[in-house]
């Protein structure tokens, strides 16, 4: 038998290792686990600040700018394929089209008022915050 330089607790070379050889992951108490999940939720809002700063300075933030692009040239492919319909009346056709384009709007004006969600008519109050920690059992 040759040998492959691995020991009895060591798993031979290009062999998974053994259930024996495998650790135990450790056992977390619920306390542990929430703590966890606050820290990785804690860290959440500082890294949405730097990809703001940075698409605010003109920098690889370009992600906001593409969007827009594909959410208007979207919306205006779905109002031009209104246009393929063949009906018979030119006012049911208007109608049509001016409700599936005051529609599309509404959305992209739902999505921007959204993406500045501190401030605006759909704005997040302190209260919100206030009552999620709370629900935590904070302060």
């Known amino acids: 038998m ?3 330089g691995a020991g009895p ?9 053994s259930p024996a050889q495998v650790e135990a992951p450790a056992v977390r108490s619920p ?3 929430r703590a966890g999940a606050l820290r990785t939720w804690a860290d959440g809002p500082p890294q949405r600040d730097r990809r703001q ?6 920098g690889q933030g370009g992600d ?3 969007l827009w692009v594909v959410l208007v040239v979207g919306g205006v492919i779905t109002v031009s394929f209104t246009y393929l319909f063949g009906l018979k009346s030119n006012v049911a056709h208007a109608l049509m089209v001016a409700a599936l384009t005051l529609l599309i709007c509404g959305v992209l004006f739902t999505i921007a008022e ?7 008519p759909v704005e997040i109050q302190p209260e919100a915050f206030r009552e999620v920690l709370r629900s935590f059992g904070g302060t």
């Open 9 to 17: 607790d060591e798993p031979a070379r290009g062999l998974p290792p």
């Open 114 to 120: 959204f993406n500045n969600s501190f401030s605006g």
């Open 64 to 66: 906001t700018q593409s």
């Open 2 to 4: 040759a040998d492959d």
């Open 53 to 58: 700063e940075v698409t605010a300075a003109g």
């Open 31 to 33: 306390h542990q686990k």
